[in-house]
């Protein structure tokens, strides 16, 4: 496993986390023996938006003896008074349901108060008018909520809570369908939801993705936007290399489905490689570096992707994006323009050219130079 840390709560976490949407399908036996197994393998971060309120129970069994050690997400307004997963507003609902999860979950705190599931502005006003808002507020106060957290799948109203609120972590839908425009949450441009990423990761708020595999469409060739099915591998890390993402949280129904998650890591870098999506009429990325290190190996030894994505972090405002770049082995600097990225881009960057452009702008913005 690998970790990231979130820079504005210094919380160091799995990179690989686990939703929780299926789990209750497994019951009591099965479902601790999955969440024991994820924590045997290094995940410590666990999305708590479940789909039914029978997963609490299972969690209170299984991880109670570790829960120092794990992170949970809990979202005030998620409710379950019908057993299966509903969405609420209300005050007394959200208090009667954050009360019973905790009950049931065997703890006295909230790693990651969220701000659940805002798509509309009008819901953002309904949060801060029906006191949620402050609830949440007077519980971080109490000790009993760590910190605050904000769960949408919509840029404009990210952008908009961001603004109004100090959130420390951001939970958001991310998978290469969305950012072209296709699928149920697919909300807004590429560029605004870009936009979203950078500027989590120049504030230094954490992105969980939810949704890695489109709810599956992805993994199903019939059901793809893109006709083509894609591979978990390829949405995890996808995911995992959009700027600000912390941690990725597929859902895993029993202990099998979490050992696939866990074997991430060993698979070969091929195996991950989502390039293929260049080929995808929908994506609108002609031109634009993904960061997918298709390009590698480079001959002079720059990391290709990193050295892209520190100048576009740059640009956009994040404060430590120059320093990174700086601490990286091999800067633009050292390019030796032999095409060779240029030949392998399935993305058409001609990241020769870019990397002349990426040495003049850390060199103008830097007395000491690219390097």
């Known amino acids: 496993m690998e970790y990231r840390t979130n820079r504005k709560t210094g919380d160091r976490i799995s990179d690989i986390g686990m939703g929780t949407a299926y789990l209750f399908e497994a019951g009591m036996e099965e479902g601790v023996r999955a969440l024991q197994t994820a924590v045997e393998g290094g995940i410590n971060y666990f999305d708590l938006a479940a789909g039914h309120g029978d997963t609490y129970p299972i969690f209170g069994e299984a991880l109670a003896d570790v829960r120092k050690d794990v992170f949970y997400q809990i979202h005030f307004g998620a409710e379950y008074s019908k057993g299966i997963y509903g969405w609420s507003l209300d005050l007394d609902t959200v208090k009667q349901s954050v009360d019973q999860q905790l009950t049931q ?43 605050l957290a904000l769960s949408s799948h919509t840029p404009s109203v990210i952008q908009a809570v961001l603004d109004d609120v100090d959130v ?23 560029n605004e939801r870009t936009a979203v990423y950078q500027r989590c990761q120049a504030e230094g708020i954490g992105i969980t993705v939810m949704k890695p595999f489109s709810s599956g469409q992805l993994l199903d060739a019939a059901q793809s936007p893109f ?29 099998e489905e979490v050992r696939e998650l866990l074997t991430f890591h060993d698979l070969p ?8 999506i260049a080929g995808f009429e929908l994506v609108d990325t002609r031109g634009t570096c993904v960061y997918c290190n298709h390009c590698m190996p480079c001959p002079a030894g720059l990391d290709i992707g990193l050295i892209n994505k520190y100048y576009d972090l740059a640009k956009a405002g994040d404060p430590l994006a120059p320093e990174h770049y700086r601490t990286l082995e091999h800067g633009a600097s ?19 050219a870019r990397m002349e452009e ?7 913005n ?6």
């Not at 790693?111 to 006191?131: A, M, P, R, V």
């Not at 296709?182 to 590429?190: I, N, R």
Request: include cysteine.
């Open 105 to 147: 979950l065997k703890t006295d705190y909230i790693d990651y108060g969220f701000i659940h599931c805002l798509d509309e502005t009008s819901d953002w006003k309904k949060y801060q008018e029906n006191g949620i808002l402050e609830y949440i507020y007077t519980l971080r106060k109490e000790g009993v909520v760590r910190h």
């Open 334 to 352: 050292d390019c030796v323009s032999c095409g060779h990225c240029d030949s392998r881009c399935p993305f058409g960057v001609n990241l020769s």
């Open 366 to 371: 830097s007395k000491y130079g690219d390097r």
């Open 227 to 255: 006709k083509v099915a894609l591979s978990k591998a390829q949405c995890l890390q996808y995911a995992l290399d959009r700027p600000g993402v912390i941690s990725v949280l597929p859902g895993a129904r029993n202990t």
């Open 269 to 276: 870098e091929e195996e991950k490689d989502y390039s293929i």
């Open 358 to 364: 990426i040495r003049e702008y850390f060199t103008a």
């Open 168 to 190: 420390d972590m951001l939970m958001f839908s991310i998978n290469a369908a969305y950012d072209s425009g296709e699928g149920d949450y697919a909300h807004g441009s590429m």
